[in-house]
């Protein structure tokens, strides 16, 4: 089960697979934030789910491009339907009255960075959302330049965090059968070994797709992951600009295979 707070893939992003970016002596270059919000919102939802998710995930490395960009789609889609399901019943498009009739409580926080970890919203089990107040305070809302669509999205911040959290209570609700906690993916056999693993990135995929189909937000939310970071820590926030551009400038050819039936939950 994934309980990572949102965002706290960050740090296997900027500290893990990509340490050789994190290098202290190698100061990554000043670029201003309305030209890097301009270019990551080009990127589609297939980049952000079949590339960039799983390159935070640990078990990434080890799946086909074509697994991830099915496994993407599907996510995305799981978390789509669970958004227009979840309209339809609650009959309301207003995020707090939703998580006020699902008996959900939201807690203002504070203590944000921990370990090199920045946290900016979790969901606590059975019926809680957390949300870190200083990454409210700390959006770059006051940058120069910044288009009207940047800072409509900024504006969005705390109803982003809290849909985000609302999917993984919805998710928590069925976890004996959504796609999200019950795919479980065999990896290569080694001898008479069948080895398998738990993907924790499928689940944020699928979140950050319920995020944007119930708030109709114009891009993709992973955009949030710089945005946010920025506020806080700028050469944190270049330095996974350039991992993105990299991985964007990586992706092959798309996947042409219809070998979306080998893969179930
Ligand atoms: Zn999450």
Redo the contacts with the bound molecule.
Sequence with gaps: M?K????IRLKLALQGSWGELYNPDNPPPEIPLHEMFQKITELDDDFWGGVYAFSTDPMGRVISPEDKFILSRKAQDCGKAMAQKTAAEYETAKIRELVKRAGLTIEKTTGAEHGGTIHF???AEPDKIRIYESCLEKTPLGEEQLSRDAKDLLASTEEVLIT??L??YLEYQQRDTIFTRTYVHHLRPILFFHPTARLLCI??IA?MAFIKEYLKLPCSPYVFDLLLIYGFNKDKAYRLYNNIINLAGNVQAPVQKPIIDTISN
């Design positions: 994934d990572r707070p949102f965002l919203a979790e969901f985000h959290e999917f993984h689940s944020e979140a």
